[in-house]
């Protein structure tokens, strides 16, 4: 089978689905890997490394989606790339599909096997989402950082303080991967540091690695109102794979926020997680908005900013399955990796995954190959 490798369209999204290490390994399997010309740049990969490895470079990205057998890339296709969708055609990228229904309807219409990243699930965990999730909160509270600063229109604030001067207070609602990272860098910042989850072990585990650094708190509505409203800045995480995040950080909690305080929305990409940010993503290009005094920081490809670290980083992960789709196929690469068909949201013309059908109002259809 052909894969393909397209450039990335996204505002200001530099990383590129695979790096050369990783296409020597599928041409080595017997796989024919073509590349848009300039589609490894953003990443620090010329178009002669990939040809060194042993891919085929195209000029446009039209002639990639239209030989490949499998397009494999980092984000959902856009509105200009819809017309390269087409039946048979297996898409795997990151999809976010619940909180994307015109993409979804266009990905059913054309028939398109489309496997997302995000909601591929083995032994309970996230692996192809998390080594994003790592990213996404350690620069969370880095841009956080930068907005509390008054150049920036935030309160001017330094995160961790100087001797008599009180830290920064930092809420980081979610204790999930992408909460575990932001706390990290929060807690190695010198921030005051507050978690919110409603899993007892997730705080647990944050409590006994950051002993006496942080405070946890059971989320609900409640607590997290007393701790938003007192934020300098908040790190929203909610995550539940395959859906729509909830809106847990409300409009009358924000109404409380000091002005220049900051909330940075990590889960923009499955809809947002305030009700400020709810269907308001932001781009790197223009990263925030300011609403009721508070800056709001939704930008929905954060790691596409380190594009060099992040590129490596999904590669390292998606590469074994692209491999297996590449070489046998679908139906022997779900053979082989049971845990891939969690990742298939569509298939025929068909939702096939029960979260998404259930957010968008499709019916779910069990996957059948």
Not at 7 to 20: G, Y
Not at 304 to 314: D, I, N, P, Q
Request: hydrophobic share 40%; proline share 4%; glycine share 10%.
């Amino acid at each position: 089978m052909i894969i393909g490798i397209p450039k990335e369209l996204k505002d200001q999204e530099s990383r590129v689905a695979a790096v050369p290490g990783a296409v020597a390994d599928l041409v080595k399997n017997g796989i024919e890997v073509i590349i848009e010309a300039g589609a490894g740049e953003g990443s620090g990969i010329s178009d002669s490394d990939y040809e060194e490895a042993g891919a085929k470079i195209l000029d446009s990205a039209k002639e990639v989606w239209e030989k490949a057998d499998i397009i494999y890339k980092v984000k959902e296709p856009l509105k200009e790339e819809y017309q390269y969708l087409r039946e048979g055609l297996i898409l795997y990228a990151y999809l976010h599909l619940a909180g994307n229904e015109e993409l979804l309807n266009e990905l059913l219409e054309k028939k398109v096997t489309a496997i997302g990243f995000e909601t591929v699930v083995k032994d309970g965990k996230l692996p192809l989402l998390r080594p994003m999730s790592e990213i996404a909160g350690r620069m969370a509270v880095q841009e956080g950082a930068r907005y509390l600063t008054k150049p920036e229109g935030g309160r001017g604030i330094l995160l961790q303080g100087v001797p008599g001067v009180r830290p920064a207070n930092v809420v980081i609602v979610g204790a999930g991967t992408v909460g575990t990272a932001a706390t990290r860098i929060a807690v190695g910042m010198g921030a005051r540091v507050t978690v919110l989850d409603v899993n007892i072990d997730a705080l647990t585990s944050l409590h006994n690695i950051f002993p006496d650094k942080i405070e946890t708190l059971y989320s609900n509505p409640l607590n997290i109102d007393e701790a938003v409203s007192g934020a300098d800045l908040v790190i929203s995480t909610v995550l539940i794979p395959g859906r729509r995040a909830p809106q847990l950080v409300k409009v009358d909690t924000v109404k409380k926020m000091r002005e220049g305080s900051v909330v940075v929305d990590v889960a923009i990409d499955q809809g947002g997680s305030t009700d400020i940010t709810k269907d308001h993503a932001t781009s790197h290009s223009h990263p925030i908005f300011k609403k009721y005094g508070v800056t709001f920081y939704a930008v929905g490809n954060i790691p596409g900013a380190v594009a060099m670290t992040s590129t490596y980083a999904l590669s390292n992960a998606t590469t074994v399955y692209a491999k297996a789709l590449g070489k046998a196929g679908l139906k022997e690469a779900l053979e082989k990796f049971p845990e891939l068909a969690t990742g298939v949201n569509t298939h025929n013309g068909e939702v096939t995954i029960e979260s998404v059908a259930e957010d968008t109002g499709h019916e779910y259809k069990k996957l059948e190959i």
